[in-house]
Structure formats: structure tokens, C-alpha cells
């Protein structure tokens, strides 16, 4: 196959970035997304030129490192897949690819593709834990959780924390990475007692780290690569609202 | 000079040893431990529990990892499941079996007193995680559920659907981010590990490279613990993520630590097939779909027909067939080896015909779709999206590959190395899993390295060090190690070859699948050290790396990478090679039994072997730590 | 911005009723009507609930200028090639267009009905009340008008089809049965007030 490519680069934070043309003449359509660039990488240090940075790690979709605005689409054209699971069947010979980092304020960019996705972490430093330390805990099976509760909370914990969310928001919210913690800490029963103070606390740092505001469009869960419902982030603000309610 | 090893293993019935150490293990005081730093490099399973637990109890931590955050490290893909023994099916599980299941698994190559531990621990790592709020799956009474796994009778593994590596990672990283919160940790993402900096004898810091910017840091402490996972991606090929490296243990070990049983590599028998020239990584399945799945092949060479046309009685369960009463849970050498088998022998399955079939149409049809969906759901839809095959329609390919280093830093009975300060603490390490590990011990041991056994003894060693100060960066020995790292970055960049480095490793992946993967041979092993000095060598004169030092650099990055992998490469064939013996993961070919076993000798190899650098790549000095077996008899692994 | 929203949608409810009256018979119409409107702008009770309902609008109207600074605060540079579009509706990300028709439409809206009846000079009818029937009716005559306000209508429309669901989002109903029922009576609120808002004009322009 024969893919031209249009691949935003950029020095660092504080230049400018521009898009630059590249042709491929052999990919593969068994090849992975990240196995072109790959090829493309290896093209250009052959040509003594820098590579072209991007972030990634596991390459089987569960570590969140990859992600890159694929034709204008968060993660590519594949709904619920990571950047590292698509692969190059989904395109056809001659195909023209933009490839940009996610452009958004509170993931400046690295390099290239890379992003600083700090924010996330801060995120659950706020409060996304069960306070209890190591050498506490009770015997396992003297908390019950239900079958159901269960199954949603691991709906909710799936996040793999790639910033998708984010990125695809008009309003480059980080309501559904927030929500899928909050509501997977409420589901359980080892998480129900701290809510209150978990949900001001991540919501608070959400806001101060400028994220944006959810208006309820709902393009997060389809960009997600593990489908997180955004009933996710009413159940945050349930929870918000009630932690206010209780103060 | 060779020398005989010890682990300091305590006193004791081998039930009693860890309370014993417990017991007696020195303390340092609230007051004293705010004072006292710990470097932890890498933030999975093993180095985030670590990390946190240490902070919890005081410490002041400062964590280093290579991706842009905690939450990424590779114990997130462990999907299968953890091991622990709560008997909570009531079907005659205890401590003891586990232990012995785990050595038994291991091919009696690991000491008893720490495979003891591991078991012992396990019960109250399922406490933790599930106060931590690990979303385990449970019977619709709300108690915990658990599913049986490769190699052992019982049913004590526990899970989160396929993605219990992640569930429990993201329950530790959590508990690191709440200390980095309270001020206990420093988080230093985006940082790689170059050297590790030995003072007076005793490890005191570590020079990082900060990979945003190419900055080369010092950082000084009053003990290291090196947790930065295993090194099964020297194949090239593997299940491991892309930047998992051994270049942390390497350079320790370059620094006087010794590694031992660098050759066993676990081969994981369910990973997805190679398709093409340029592919970068293995796909995992996890193991656990062979509690359902059935293996085979056809019984012609080449039969070319789809797996539908194929009628059951021209099909081999070859598993089922050889091992009956483990079929297709046998352990995971066992399985890989007895794939190999089939597709040497011109069965294999799939364009390239190195894959064999895992099917679940029988299961399908015993306990319905929705069954298998719920409990593999997420890797039926990952198989499709990497495959594009719907796997509850035809079977899945599957196919061996690198999976886990059982090797590591050798550590004693504490986790720590020979270098006094220096801890190696999960996969890193090569303590537990003897000749092969079992599936779900591994999210196990580096939780029980990092929760419970790293806090003890860490804290054990660190009682007589409330007098020293912090660790002075400016001193003679910083300055060198700072040094020499820079100046092999240097090296790389002005070597303007024209071989990338990935070329490099491709190259030196494929000598060692060969030649020291499945199944090693003299002839083998003597002819992989040749290709890899020639290699080395041709990797010092003609690597290409663009870019410069001080910058991002992911080039110069994996350049790093790959020169330890090539030095390591070869000690993995001497150790292979003076190993006469096979065992576990270990196949010699020249050792087997008459149909086709590893054939053990323990009256010549029951020992750990420890390599200490000698200066040079190919004279390695090995060293011998005596395995003695006080409370089990070693036995011919059966799975018959 | 939901709870303002969702009082505005109760009042687009009883506006309607109101205006439901035009559809009567001529003559009882304009009584019926005049009378209705006299009673609603001397009534003190429905004066407050008129204050708070402009002052529910404006704050409706800054909630959505503050959240469309932060959005645009929020997201970076722009992207070349932008198809971010595809995983939602569009008009889930266009309401603050669709909702700067409505108040521009609102704007109008007070000054051809609101005001003159308010502080114009407006014939009576034959019970002494103010004849904004009249008013109504002839406006209602000139084409341009009546498409004026259907573009209006279909406007508010889209926006009550994103806005009623998204209210009680935004106020945390999470449920899933809950929030299909949710859906799907916004779906019908926002039809069946779109149907109700452009008979009348089309009525009017049709019938006389």
C-alpha cells in the first residue's frame, strides 16, 4: 500500500508546530498504526533525519501511553481502539493520513506527537483511592460486593487514562476520566465512605488544572477505548451534589 | 574468583522462618525515617507498592519510571489473574500445596524459603487489594470468585475479567499517588535509570536521564530498590511492552551485582502469531482461556484446509493426548514446548504456519456464548481487532513466545543483592519462580515483593544507616558515573553508522529465539556467542542514531537499550550453555528423557547460578548458590 | 445552567397553553385571548414569576457565555484536519448557536409583542382590554415573518433536544433505566413543543 502521511511536528512547548509531508510506498495492511510510523521512523534516521516522537508502550491497548488525533479523530477512525489496535486494513491504498498530537491547553506538547499528560495524574492524586494503607486490611471476603456492583465498578476502573476523553471534547473536558474514578470508588461499598470528601477534592483539581466543562455531547465514550459510559460523569456530579448538600 | 553463595536464610521450620524474621528484623523509628530517602526505580506492581508502602511508613521516596506516568508500567497487561491462597473453593488447597505447586512449577530450581514466603503472603495481598477497592469478580452472593490456572489442581486465582494486571496496578499506582499527594514521593516520570552509583560498598543513587529534555540528573539516597520489571524483550519479539529494558539491573550488575539464571525465559505458550517482517510485538492472550479453550492441530503436515473442514477424528488435542490429566492446563513450558513440537513438525497453522489452534467451540456449546463472553469478552474483542477474526466463530491461532525473565538480579532472602543498599524487588529479581513460573504468580510475587517483604527488610537494613547523612551528590563517585553515562550516550550518537539500533535488536532477537529460546543445544549456544560478539561488535562500529545528547531522543533512547541487550545476550548463552541439565523453561536437547522431558540433575545443577561481571562480556565469573531441599524431595515433574 | 434551562422549559409549557387560544374561533379568540394577557400583566404573583423569569434567561444566557470562554480556554491550538465532529450530534456541540437564535429571537419577539403591549399605545378591544390579538394577527400575516419565526422555532427546537436530557445529566441522574426515559420524553418535549410553537403562525398565515 501506498499512504501519504501528514504528521504535525513540533519542537518543543514553545514553538510553533507545522504538518510535513511523508510518503510510505510498502506498508502492509496486517501492520499495526504504530508499526507504520515505525517504518516512517526508520525511513527518516536512515535519511540522518530526527524520527518523528510519539508515545506508546504495551502496543495490545491497555497501558493508555499512545494516542494521537488520527484524520481528525481521536485514537483513529475505529471507535473504542487505542492508536496501538488499529491497524493498517482500515485504510486504503493512497490514502492521505493527518496524524496530529491531542491540542489541548492542559496537554502541552512534548514533542512531535508527545504529549504531558500530568494532569490526569494529578487528577487521581486529588483523591482517586481508597484511603487505607498497607497492612490495614480486613479479611477479603468480610466486605460483600455484590455480583452487580461488582461488574459496574470494573466497567467504571477500565480507564486506561489515554486522555481520548479529553482530547475529542469540544470543550476538552476531563468529566469522563474524573467520573469513571469517582463512580467506580462510589459503586463499591470499600469506597462509599470516603466519596464525599474523593468527589469535591478530584472535582476541585479538575477545575483548577483547566480542564473544560462537560456539556453532556457524549463524544468521549465513543472515542474511549474501553467504552467508559458517560453516565459515568452524571453519577460524579451526583456525588458532588450531594457532597455539597452534606457540607 | 568463583565463590560459594549464601542467602542468609533464617533459622526455623520452614513455616516459621518469615515470622522469625519478622519478629526479630530492627526497626527505625517514626522520627528517623522522615529523614531517610529511597530511590525506587520503576512504578509497576512491585515498585509502586514498594514505594508506597515505604512512604506510608514514613520514608521520603523519590520513584523514577520511563513512561509519562506510574500508571503505565507493564504489570498493567497481566490479564489472567493472581494467585493467593484463601481455599475459599474448599477443594483442599493450604499454604504448603502452593508453596509446593510453585516449586514443583519451577522444576525444585528456587529455594524453599522463599517460595514458602510468596505462599504465605499471598492471603493478605487479596485483603489489600480489595480494600484498595479492586473490582475482583464475585459470585452473586458477593463473595469473591476464583478460576483455576495452568499447572496446579486447585482453583486459586483470583481476577478482574482479563485485565487483573491493570486493576491491581492501578490500585497500587493510586496508593503512590496519595503519598505523592501527602508529600512522601517525588515523582520523576519520563526518567531513565543510566547508572547506579556505589559508595564506599553500598549503593547510594543512581544517575537518570530526563527524557524530555536529554538532562543527565544525580540523585542520592540511603538505599535503592531496583524494580524495573523483566527482560523478555531482548527477543525482540515478546509479550512485553516496547521500553521494558534491562538496562537498570545491567548497569547494576556492570556495577557488582550479580545476575543470576539469566537464560530461563518463560515462553508463553498463548501468545498471537508473527505476521509479517516488520511486526513490532506479540499479542498475549492470556492463559486462562485454556480453562476453556482446546489446543490442536491437524493430524496431516500441511493441511491447508480452513479448521471448520478439518473433522474431529483427523484432528490432534495433542495436550489432551500427552498430558491427561492436565491436557490443556499444563504448565506453560510444557505447553510451549509441545506446540514447538507440532509446528517443527510441519503442522503448524496459519500463513506462516507457526501457530497452533485454541478452540472454543466445545465450550461454546457446553456452557453457551454468553458465558464465554463474560468471562473473556475483552480478549475475543482484542483478538478481532488485532486479527480481524471473530473467535467464537473458528479458533483462535496462537503461538509461543518471550514472556518473563524467571532470571534477574540475584537477590537473598531480604531482596537485596551483594551489593549492600541495593534491593531488586518483582520481576527484576529471580527469586521465587525457580526454572519456570506458574501463571498468576507473577501480579503475586511483585505485590508480595513490594506490600510486604521490601517494607520489612528494607527497613531492616536501613536501621543502622540513622546516622548517615544524606547522601552528598557532588562527590568523586557521582561525578564518575555521570561521566561514564554521558559518555556512552556520546559514543552512540557519534558513531553515525547506518544501522539503527531496532535493526540491531531484531537481529540479536532472532539469534537468541533460535539458538536460546525454546529449546538450547551446545552446537546452538556456541554458535549464538559467535553471531553475538560479531554483532557487538558491529553494533560499537556501525550504529546509527540521530539526533543529539542533551534532547528527546527516543533513537538514543533504545541505542541504551540495546547495547546492554547485547552483552546480557551473550551471558543468557553461557548460562544456558553450562547448564548441562534440563529444567523448567531450561530445555537442553541434549538432556531429555525418553519421551521427550526435561531431564533434571540435581546431584550437579541444583544450584543458582550467580554471574558477577568481570570486566568483559565474555568472561563472566560464575558463582553458586547451593539449592538445598531440607522439607521437600525434589521429583521428576510429572504432568501425566 | 440546568436548572435555569429546565424552568424555561416549564415556561415554554404554559407560554404555549396561552397562545393555544389563538387557534379559537375568531371572535372568542380575541376576547378569550385579550383577557388572558390583561389578567397575566396585572396579576402581582404572575409580575414576580415574569422577574424571575428574566432574570432566569439572563442567567441562562451568562452560564453559557462562561462555559464557552472556559471551552475555549480549555482546548489548544486548532486542528488541521478536524473530524472530531463524527462521535456526536451537532447539535449537542452547536447550543450556544442555537441558543444565541433563540435570544436573538427573543429579542425581537419583546419588542414586536412584549413591549408595545407593555408601554405602547394599543387599541382595546370591546371588554377594555389591550388588543394584542389584533397585533398577533396581523403580524402573523407577512411571509417573512412566519419564516423568521420557524427558523426561530426549529432553533429552540434543537435546543431543547440536546438541553432536556442534558439538564437532568447535569444534575446527576445517573440511572440508566431512568435515563432512557429521560431521552426519550426529551425527544417528545422537544417535538411535540416544536410542532405546538409553529402551528400557530402557520395557522394564522393560512386562516386569515
Same mark, same amino acid.
Request: net charge neutral.
Given at each position: 500500500?501506498?499512504?501519504?502521511?501528514?504528521?504535525?511536528?513540533?519542537?518543543?512547548?514553545?514553538?510553533?508546530?507545522?504538518?510535513?509531508?511523508?510518503?510510505?510506498?510498502?506498508?502492509?495492511?496486517?501492520?499495526?498504526?504504530?508499526?507504520?510510523?515505525?517504518?516512517?521512523?526508520?525511513?527518516?534516521?536512515?535519511?540522518? +533525519?530526527?524520527?518523528?516522537?510519539?508515545?506508546?508502550?504495551?502496543?495490545?491497548?491497555?497501558?493508555?501511553?499512545?494516542?494521537?488525533?488520527?484524520?481528525?479523530?481521536?485514537?483513529?477512525?475505529?471507535?473504542?481502539?487505542?492508536?496501538?489496535?488499529?491497524?493498517?486494513?482500515?485504510?486504503?491504498?493512497?490514502?492521505?493520513?493527518?496524524?496530529?498530537?491531542?491540542?489541548?491547553?492542559?496537554?502541552?506538547?512534548?514533542?512531535?506527537?508527545?504529549?504531558? @499528560?500530568?494532569?490526569?495524574?494529578?487528577?487521581?492524586?486529588?483523591?482517586?483511592?481508597?484511603?487505607?494503607?498497607?497492612?490495614?486490611?480486613?479479611?477479603?471476603?468480610?466486605?460483600?460486593?455484590?455480583?452487580?456492583?461488582?461488574?459496574?465498578?470494573?466497567?467504571?476502573?477500565?480507564?486506561?487514562?489515554?486522555?481520548?476523553?479529553?482530547?475529542?471534547?469540544?470543550?476538552?473536558?476531563?468529566?469522563?476520566?474524573?467520573?469513571?474514578?469517582?463512580?467506580?470508588?462510589? @459503586?463499591?461499598?470499600?469506597?462509599?465512605?470516603?466519596?464525599?470528601? @474523593?468527589?469535591?477534592?478530584?472535582?476541585? @483539581?479538575?477545575?483548577?488544572?483547566?480542564?473544560?466543562?462537560?456539556?453532556?455531547? +457524549?463524544?468521549?465514550?465513543?472515542?474511549?477505548?474501553?467504552?467508559?459510559?458517560?453516565?459515568?460523569?452524571?453519577?460524579?456530579?451526583?456525588?458532588?451534589?450531594?457532597?455539597?448538600?452534606?457540607? | 574468583?568463583?565463590?560459594?553463595?549464601?542467602?542468609?536464610?533464617?533459622?526455623?521450620?520452614?513455616?516459621?522462618?518469615?515470622?522469625?524474621?519478622?519478629?526479630?528484623?530492627?526497626?527505625?523509628?517514626?522520627?528517623?525515617?522522615?529523614?531517610?530517602?529511597?530511590?525506587?526505580?520503576?512504578?509497576?506492581?512491585?515498585?509502586?507498592?514498594?514505594?508506597?508502602?515505604?512512604?506510608?511508613?514514613?520514608?521520603?521516596?523519590?520513584?523514577?519510571?520511563?513512561?509519562?506516568?506510574?500508571?503505565? %508500567?507493564?504489570?498493567?497487561?497481566?490479564?489472567?489473574?493472581?494467585?493467593?491462597?484463601?481455599?475459599?473453593?474448599?477443594?483442599?488447597? *493450604?499454604?504448603?500445596?502452593?508453596?509446593?505447586?510453585?516449586?514443583?512449577?519451577?522444576?525444585?530450581?528456587?529455594?524453599?524459603?522463599?517460595?514458602?514466603?510468596?505462599?504465605?503472603?499471598?492471603?493478605?495481598?487479596?485483603?489489600?487489594?480489595?480494600?484498595?477497592?479492586?473490582?475482583?469478580?464475585?459470585?452473586?452472593?458477593?463473595?469473591?470468585?476464583?478460576?483455576?490456572?495452568?499447572?496446579?489442581?486447585?482453583?486459586?486465582?483470583?481476577?478482574?475479567?482479563?485485565?487483573?494486571?491493570?486493576?491491581?496496578?492501578?490500585?497500587?499506582?493510586?496508593?503512590?499517588?496519595? #503519598?505523592?499527594?501527602?508529600?512522601?514521593?517525588?515523582?520523576?516520570?519520563?526518567?531513565?535509570?543510566?547508572?547506579?552509583?556505589?559508595?564506599?560498598?553500598?549503593?547510594?543513587?543512581?544517575?537518570?536521564?530526563?527524557?524530555?529534555?536529554?538532562?543527565?540528573?544525580?540523585?542520592?539516597?540511603?538505599?535503592?530498590?531496583?524494580?524495573?520489571?523483566?527482560?523478555?524483550?531482548?527477543?525482540?519479539?515478546?509479550?512485553?511492552?516496547?521500553?521494558?529494558?534491562?538496562?537498570?539491573?545491567?548497569?547494576?550488575?556492570?556495577?557488582?551485582?550479580?545476575?543470576?539464571?539469566?537464560?530461563?525465559?518463560?515462553?508463553?505458550?498463548?501468545?498471537?502469531? #508473527?505476521?509479517?517482517?516488520?511486526?513490532?510485538?506479540?499479542?498475549?492472550?492470556?492463559?486462562?482461556?485454556?480453562?476453556?479453550?482446546?489446543?490442536?492441530?491437524?493430524?496431516?503436515?500441511?493441511? #491447508?484446509?480452513?479448521?471448520?473442514?478439518?473433522?474431529?477424528?483427523?484432528?490432534?488435542?495433542?495436550?489432551?493426548?500427552?498430558?491427561?490429566?492436565?491436557?490443556?492446563?499444563?504448565?506453560?513450558?510444557?505447553?510451549?514446548? %509441545?506446540?514447538?513440537? #507440532?509446528?517443527?513438525?510441519?503442522?503448524?497453522?496459519?500463513?506462516?504456519?507457526?501457530?497452533?489452534?485454541?478452540?472454543?467451540?466445545?465450550?461454546?456449546?457446553?456452557?453457551?456464548?454468553?458465558?464465554?463472553?463474560?468471562?473473556?469478552?475483552?480478549?475475543?474483542?482484542?483478538?478481532?481487532?488485532?486479527?480481524?477474526?471473530?473467535?467464537?466463530?473458528?479458533?483462535?491461532?496462537?503461538?509461543?513466545?518471550?514472556?518473563?525473565?524467571?532470571?534477574?538480579?540475584?537477590?537473598?532472602?531480604?531482596?537485596?543483592?551483594?551489593?549492600?543498599?541495593?534491593?531488586?524487588?518483582?520481576? %527484576?529479581?529471580? *527469586?521465587?519462580?525457580?526454572?519456570?513460573?506458574?501463571?498468576?504468580?507473577?501480579?503475586?510475587?511483585?505485590?508480595?515483593?513490594?506490600?510486604?517483604?521490601?517494607?520489612?527488610?528494607?527497613?531492616?537494613?536501613?536501621?543502622?544507616?540513622?546516622?548517615?547523612?544524606?547522601?552528598?551528590?557532588?562527590?568523586?563517585?557521582?561525578?564518575?558515573?555521570?561521566?561514564?553515562?554521558?559518555?556512552?550516550?556520546?559514543?552512540?550518537?557519534?558513531?553515525?553508522?547506518?544501522?539503527?539500533?531496532?535493526?540491531?535488536?531484531?537481529?540479536?532477537?532472532?539469534?537468541?529465539?533460535?539458538?536460546?529460546?525454546?529449546?538450547?543445544?551446545?552446537?546452538?549456544?556456541?554458535?549464538?556467542?559467535?553471531?553475538?560478539?560479531?554483532?557487538?561488535?558491529?553494533?560499537?562500529?556501525?550504529?546509527?542514531?540521530?539526533?543529539?545528547?542533551?534532547?528527546?531522543?527516543?533513537?538514543?533512547?533504545?541505542?541504551?537499550?540495546?547495547?546492554?541487550?547485547?552483552?546480557?545476550?551473550?551471558?543468557?548463552?553461557?548460562?544456558?550453555?553450562?547448564?548441562?541439565?534440563?529444567?523448567?523453561?531450561?530445555?537442553?536437547?541434549?538432556?531429555?528423557?525418553?519421551?521427550?522431558?526435561?531431564?533434571?540433575?540435581?546431584?550437579?545443577?541444583?544450584?543458582?547460578?550467580?554471574?558477577?561481571?568481570?570486566?568483559?562480556?565474555?568472561?563472566?565469573?560464575?558463582?553458586?548458590?547451593?539449592?538445598?531441599?531440607?522439607?521437600?524431595?525434589?521429583?521428576?515433574?510429572?504432568?501425566? | 445552567?440546568?436548572?435555569? !434551562?429546565?424552568?424555561?422549559?416549564?415556561?415554554?409549557?404554559?407560554?404555549?397553553?396561552?397562545?393555544?387560544?389563538?387557534?379559537?374561533?375568531?371572535?372568542?379568540?380575541?376576547?378569550?385571548?385579550?383577557?388572558?394577557?390583561?389578567?397575566?400583566?396585572?396579576?402581582?404573583?404572575?409580575?414576580?414569576?415574569?422577574?424571575?423569569?428574566?432574570?432566569?434567561?439572563?442567567?441562562?444566557?451568562?452560564?453559557?457565555?462562561?462555559?464557552?470562554?472556559?471551552?475555549?480556554?480549555?482546548?489548544?491550538?486548532?486542528?488541521?484536519?478536524?473530524?472530531?465532529?463524527?462521535?456526536?450530534?451537532?447539535?449537542?456541540?452547536?447550543?450556544?448557536?442555537?441558543?444565541?437564535?433563540?435570544?436573538?429571537?427573543?429579542?425581537?419577539?419583546?419588542?414586536?409583542?412584549?413591549?408595545?403591549?407593555?408601554? !405602547?399605545?394599543?387599541?382595546?378591544?370591546?371588554? !377594555?382590554?389591550?388588543?394584542?390579538?389584533?397585533?398577533?394577527?396581523?403580524?402573523?400575516?407577512?411571509?417573512?415573518?412566519?419564516?423568521?419565526?420557524?427558523?426561530?422555532?426549529?432553533?429552540?427546537?434543537?435546543?431543547?433536544?440536546?438541553?432536556?436530557?442534558?439538564?437532568?445529566?447535569?444534575?446527576?441522574?445517573?440511572?440508566?433505566?431512568?435515563?432512557?426515559?429521560?431521552?426519550?420524553?426529551?425527544?417528545?418535549?422537544?417535538?411535540?413543543?416544536?410542532?405546538?410553537?409553529?402551528?400557530?403562525?402557520?395557522?394564522?398565515?393560512?386562516?386569515?
Amino acid at each position: 500500500m501506498k499512504i501519504h502521511l501528514k504528521i504535525w511536528r513540533q519542537k518543543n512547548q514553545h514553538t510553533k508546530g507545522e504538518m510535513q509531508d511523508y510518503t510510505l510506498t510498502e506498508v502492509d495492511e496486517e501492520m499495526s498504526f504504530l508499526e507504520m510510523l515505525d517504518m516512517l521512523n526508520l525511513e527518516l534516521a536512515k535519511k540522518g +533525519e530526527c524520527p518523528v516522537e510519539f508515545d506508546h508502550d504495551c502496543r495490545e491497548g491497555i497501558c493508555g501511553q499512545c494516542g494521537v488525533m488520527i484524520n481528525g479523530i481521536a485514537h483513529g477512525p475505529l471507535k473504542n481502539t487505542t492508536t496501538c489496535q488499529l491497524h493498517m486494513r482500515s485504510f486504503k491504498d493512497g490514502d492521505t493520513i493527518y496524524i496530529e498530537p491531542f491540542k489541548v491547553k492542559s496537554f502541552p506538547v512534548i514533542r512531535d506527537l508527545k504529549v504531558d @499528560r500530568s494532569g490526569l495524574d494529578e487528577i487521581i492524586a486529588a483523591g482517586g483511592y481508597v484511603s487505607v494503607n498497607t497492612g490495614q486490611a480486613p479479611e477479603a471476603n468480610s466486605i460483600l460486593v455484590s455480583h452487580e456492583e461488582a461488574e459496574s465498578a470494573f466497567d467504571a476502573a477500565a480507564c486506561i487514562g489515554c486522555g481520548a476523553c479529553v482530547a475529542t471534547c469540544k470543550n476538552a473536558s476531563a468529566a469522563l476520566f474524573t467520573g469513571a474514578k469517582i463512580a467506580q470508588f462510589a @459503586r463499591l461499598p470499600q469506597g462509599k465512605k470516603e466519596s464525599a470528601e @474523593r468527589t469535591l477534592s478530584m472535582v476541585e @483539581r479538575m477545575e483548577e488544572l483547566s480542564f473544560g466543562h462537560c456539556t453532556n455531547t +457524549e463524544a468521549c465514550q465513543v472515542e474511549c477505548p474501553q467504552d467508559i459510559s458517560v453516565l459515568t460523569i452524571a453519577e460524579m456530579i451526583y456525588e458532588y451534589n450531594k457532597a455539597k448538600l452534606k457540607k | 574468583m568463583a565463590k560459594e553463595i549464601y542467602a542468609n536464610i533464617p533459622e526455623g521450620d520452614l513455616k516459621d522462618k518469615w515470622s522469625n524474621y519478622k519478629a526479630q528484623a530492627k526497626l527505625v523509628s517514626p522520627n528517623n525515617r522522615k529523614k531517610m530517602e529511597i530511590i525506587v526505580v520503576g512504578t509497576g506492581l512491585a515498585g509502586a507498592s514498594a514505594a508506597a508502602s515505604l512512604a506510608e511508613m514514613g520514608y521520603q521516596i523519590k520513584a523514577f519510571c520511563f513512561q509519562d506516568s506510574a500508571r503505565r %508500567a507493564h504489570s498493567v497487561a497481566a490479564q489472567g489473574g493472581v494467585n493467593a491462597m484463601k481455599n475459599y473453593q474448599n477443594d483442599g488447597d *493450604s499454604v504448603y500445596r502452593m508453596f509446593y505447586d510453585t516449586l514443583k512449577g519451577g522444576d525444585f530450581r528456587s529455594r524453599e524459603a522463599n517460595t514458602y514466603r510468596l505462599a504465605e503472603c499471598s492471603a493478605s495481598l487479596i485483603d489489600q487489594a480489595v480494600a484498595q477497592g479492586v473490582p475482583f469478580g464475585r459470585e452473586y452472593s458477593g463473595y469473591l470468585k476464583n478460576r483455576s490456572f495452568g499447572g496446579v489442581q486447585v482453583s486459586r486465582t483470583f481476577y478482574a475479567r482479563g485485565q487483573t494486571g491493570q486493576q491491581l496496578l492501578l490500585g497500587s499506582y493510586q496508593a503512590l499517588m496519595r #503519598q505523592k499527594e501527602n508529600g512522601k514521593v517525588s515523582m520523576y516520570t519520563r526518567h531513565e535509570m543510566l547508572e547506579l552509583v556505589v559508595v564506599d560498598g553500598k549503593a547510594k543513587g543512581i544517575i537518570a536521564r530526563n527524557l524530555d529534555t536529554g538532562k543527565i540528573e544525580r540523585h542520592g539516597a540511603h538505599a535503592v530498590v531496583l524494580a524495573t520489571g523483566g527482560f523478555g524483550k531482548i527477543y525482540y519479539l515478546s509479550t512485553l511492552a516496547m521500553g521494558c529494558n534491562a538496562s537498570a539491573i545491567w548497569r547494576a550488575h556492570k556495577k557488582g551485582s550479580w545476575m543470576a539464571n539469566p537464560s530461563w525465559t518463560q515462553i508463553h505458550p498463548t501468545s498471537l502469531p #508473527q505476521s509479517g517482517p516488520y511486526q513490532s510485538k506479540l499479542t498475549l492472550m492470556s492463559e486462562s482461556l485454556r480453562n476453556d479453550g482446546r489446543i490442536w492441530v491437524p493430524k496431516a503436515q500441511d493441511d #491447508q484446509r480452513p479448521p471448520h473442514e478439518i473433522p474431529e477424528e483427523e484432528r490432534d488435542y495433542y495436550l489432551e493426548r500427552k498430558y491427561p490429566s492436565f491436557g490443556n492446563l499444563a504448565p506453560r513450558d510444557i505447553a510451549s514446548r %509441545a506446540a514447538k513440537e #507440532q509446528i517443527d513438525a510441519g503442522k503448524g497453522v496459519g500463513a506462516l504456519k507457526n501457530a497452533v489452534y485454541l478452540d472454543f467451540k466445545d465450550a461454546i456449546k457446553e456452557c453457551g456464548k454468553e458465558t464465554i463472553a463474560e468471562r473473556y469478552g475483552n480478549l475475543f474483542s482484542m483478538y478481532e481487532k488485532i486479527t480481524g477474526i471473530n473467535a467464537y466463530k473458528e479458533p483462535m491461532k496462537i503461538s509461543p513466545s518471550a514472556h518473563f525473565s524467571m532470571g534477574g538480579l540475584w537477590v537473598d532472602y531480604d531482596l537485596m543483592t551483594n551489593i549492600p543498599g541495593l534491593f531488586a524487588i518483582g520481576e %527484576a529479581n529471580f *527469586s521465587d519462580h525457580g526454572a519456570n513460573r506458574l501463571g498468576a504468580n507473577s501480579l503475586l510475587q511483585a505485590c508480595v515483593d513490594g506490600y510486604y517483604i521490601a517494607p520489612y527488610t528494607l527497613q531492616n537494613y536501613l536501621s543502622d544507616q540513622i546516622q548517615v547523612a544524606k547522601t552528598d551528590v557532588s562527590t568523586e563517585e557521582f561525578y564518575q558515573a555521570e561521566k561514564q553515562a554521558l559518555q556512552q550516550l556520546e559514543e552512540f550518537v557519534s558513531c553515525k553508522g547506518n544501522k539503527t539500533s531496532e535493526e540491531f535488536h531484531r537481529e540479536l532477537g532472532k539469534i537468541l529465539y533460535d539458538k536460546c529460546g525454546l529449546s538450547r543445544s551446545d552446537e546452538g549456544l556456541q554458535e549464538a556467542i559467535k553471531k553475538i560478539q560479531q554483532l557487538r561488535e558491529e553494533f560499537k562500529e556501525n550504529l546509527l542514531v540521530p539526533g543529539d545528547v542533551e534532547d528527546i531522543n527516543s533513537e538514543l533512547e533504545k541505542a541504551g537499550r540495546v547495547s546492554d541487550y547485547m552483552e546480557l545476550a551473550e551471558l543468557m548463552c553461557l548460562d544456558a550453555l553450562t547448564r548441562e541439565e534440563s529444567c523448567g523453561a531450561h530445555f537442553r536437547k541434549e538432556f531429555q528423557t525418553e519421551d521427550g522431558e526435561a531431564l533434571r540433575n540435581d546431584e550437579k545443577f541444583s544450584f543458582t547460578s550467580a554471574w558477577e561481571w568481570s570486566g568483559n562480556p565474555q568472561n563472566p565469573i560464575l558463582n553458586k548458590e547451593p539449592l538445598t531441599f531440607e522439607f521437600v524431595q525434589p521429583t521428576q515433574r510429572s504432568y501425566k | 445552567m440546568a436548572l435555569t !434551562g429546565l424552568f424555561l422549559s416549564l415556561f415554554l409549557v404554559i407560554h404555549l397553553l396561552g397562545n393555544f387560544q389563538l387557534l379559537l374561533p375568531e371572535e372568542q379568540a380575541k376576547e378569550q385571548y385579550n383577557l388572558y394577557s390583561n389578567l397575566l400583566s396585572n396579576n402581582p404573583i404572575i409580575k414576580l414569576i415574569a422577574y424571575v423569569l428574566y432574570a432566569t434567561i439572563l442567567l441562562h444566557t451568562i452560564d453559557a457565555i462562561n462555559l464557552t470562554i472556559k471551552a475555549k480556554k480549555a482546548n489548544g491550538l486548532s486542528y488541521v484536519k478536524d473530524n472530531r465532529n463524527r462521535a456526536s450530534k451537532w447539535y449537542a456541540r452547536q447550543m450556544m448557536l442555537l441558543g444565541t437564535v433563540v435570544f436573538a429571537f427573543l429579542v425581537i419577539h419583546f419588542k414586536d409583542f412584549w413591549y408595545p403591549y407593555k408601554f !405602547g399605545e394599543l387599541p382595546m378591544d370591546d371588554n !377594555g382590554n389591550k388588543d394584542l390579538y389584533t397585533l398577533v394577527m396581523i403580524s402573523f400575516q407577512e411571509l417573512w415573518y412566519v419564516i423568521l419565526y420557524a427558523v426561530a422555532i426549529l432553533g429552540l427546537g434543537f435546543h431543547l433536544l440536546h438541553g432536556f436530557f442534558s439538564a437532568f445529566r447535569s444534575l446527576g441522574v445517573y440511572h440508566p433505566k431512568y435515563n432512557r426515559i429521560i431521552k426519550s420524553v426529551g425527544v417528545a418535549f422537544a417535538v411535540s413543543m416544536s410542532i405546538g410553537y409553529l402551528i400557530i403562525p402557520f395557522y394564522i398565515y393560512f386562516n386569515f
